[in-house]
């Protein structure tokens, strides 16, 4: 490898480059709201998606519906629900549940 320094240069390039990478990756954490957000819309108002989405990031989109449930006995039965409704193509590769007995 004496007569090329170029691959040295371009491995050590390719390797600091992913290291960086795994890193970045690695440290960035969701975004989280650090300060109480005054609210200055009611839920129903057209501008209160438009400012959730500017906050949080993804846009809020329409057709959707969000429940508060508190505990397992309230979130299990609504996310297995939501499971059986879901095509069973879609069901087979983002659930991983028994199969029914």
């Known amino acids: 490898m004496k007569n090329k320094p170029w691959l040295i240069a371009l491995l050590s390039a390719l390797a600091t480059s992913a290291i960086i990478l795994l890193a970045v990756n690695f440290s960035s954490g ?25 906050l949080l990031g993804p846009p809020l989109v329409g057709g959707n519906r969000v429940d508060t449930l508190l505990n397992g006995r309230q979130i299990f039965p609504a996310m297995l629900a939501a499971i059986e409704v879901l095509p069973p193509r879609l069901a087979q590769e983002s659930s991983r549940r028994r199969p029914a007995r």
């Open 30 to 54: 969701e975004k989280e709201i650090t300060q109480r957000v005054k609210h200055s819309y009611a839920v129903t108002d057209p501008q209160f998606q438009r400012s959730m989405s500017a």
